[in-house]
């Protein structure tokens, strides 16, 4: 019979499971085109790209609109095939279809939660049908989990009896981390997670982020256009440009010591009060996000 963890999750197994200190997640050479209406060219929105997440990492992905960091994203959980190289999860190269224990390991979040949320269906029962296709819960014990889940998250159980349409932006993105936590997953894949958000609610999402990984060992990959979050949040981070990642640094380093003209780009439009960049406040900062 297959051992079940407290939630409910199927534990995997593995005759040989990943050595302590090896990624939890390995992209290798990644290469992702688009076929363009009235020519025989392909668009390459990913070119050779490679990142590594460790366990219970918080790990940067930084670019521009349109600069490739999304696409990856979804190669990375299935929803974008890629043309050539490797993702790898624990250890496993993963194909473009996943199995039931794939999507588990990986979830993701995206800018727009409400896009992810049924709008007729309350929050009780969104979570409940991801934890029931899943897991092995049943009866109270989802109600448990979902109980659990709202206090993860930062949210009042009453939400539990709300719909999308009656709740606020922060709040709906909260939920959409409980409906991504509530299969137990190792990585969460957060694309653009705040950049909707009004400015005074994305610091709350952020320090939950960070608590997450404190509390349960989650591991982030964490995709945005703005630095100025990335700095008070990651661990390290990976600039892409063009489809191309252009510079892997641990997240002090790169901020000191950038060493691409696009990361120098980047980082000169961080707003900062006063003084040189290395003495100034990002605006992560300003509005109570918690350093790490």
């Known amino acids: 019979m297959a051992e079940v963890d407290e939630a409910g999750a199927p534990v995997a197994s593995s005759a040989q499971p990943p050595s302590a200190d090896a990624p939890l997640l390995r992209c290798s050479d990644v290469n992702i085109s688009f076929s363009q209406r009235g020519s025989k060219q392909r ?7 490679s990142l590594e997440v460790g366990p219970a990492d918080i790990v940067g992905l930084v670019g521009e609109s349109g600069s490739g960091k999304s696409t990856l ?3 990375i959980v299935g929803l974008q095939r890629i043309d050539s190289g490797a993702v790898e999860f624990e250890g496993r190269r993963l194909g473009h279809t996943r199995t039931a224990e794939d999507r588990r390991g990986i979830q993701m979040i995206f800018q727009d939660p409400f896009g992810s949320l049924d709008p007729r269906m309350k929050i009780r029962s969104a979570l409940a049908e991801i934890i029931r296709r899943h897991t092995s819960l049943r009866g109270k014990q989802i109600d448990t989990r979902c109980a659990e889940l709202m206090d ?22 909260r939920v959409a981390i409980a409906r991504a936590l509530s299969i137990n997953p190792r990585l969460l894949v957060a694309d653009e997670p705040v950049a909707a958000l009004d400015v005074s609610v994305q610091a709350g999402i952020v320090n939950l982020l960070s608590d997450l990984r404190r509390e349960v060992g989650l591991s982030i990959l964490f995709i945005s256009h703005d630095l100025s979050i990335v700095r008070t949040l990651c661990d390290s981070v990976n600039v892409i440009y063009r489809g191309d990642i252009v510079e892997t640094r641990p997240c002090a380093e790169l901020f000191d010591d ?17 003084g040189p960049r290395t003495e100034g406040l990002a605006q992560g900062q300003s509005l109570g996000v918690r350093r790490r």
């Open 43 to 49: 668009l390459h929105a990913v070119r050779n790209a």
């Open 152 to 173: 993860m998250v930062q949210l009042p159980r009453t939400i539990l009896s709300s719909r999308p349409a009656g709740m606020s932006g922060g709040q709906r993105q």
């Open 258 to 274: 950038p060493r691409s003209d696009y990361t120098r780009t980047l980082l000169s439009a961080i707003p900062r009060l006063n």
């Open 73 to 75: 994203a979804r190669a």
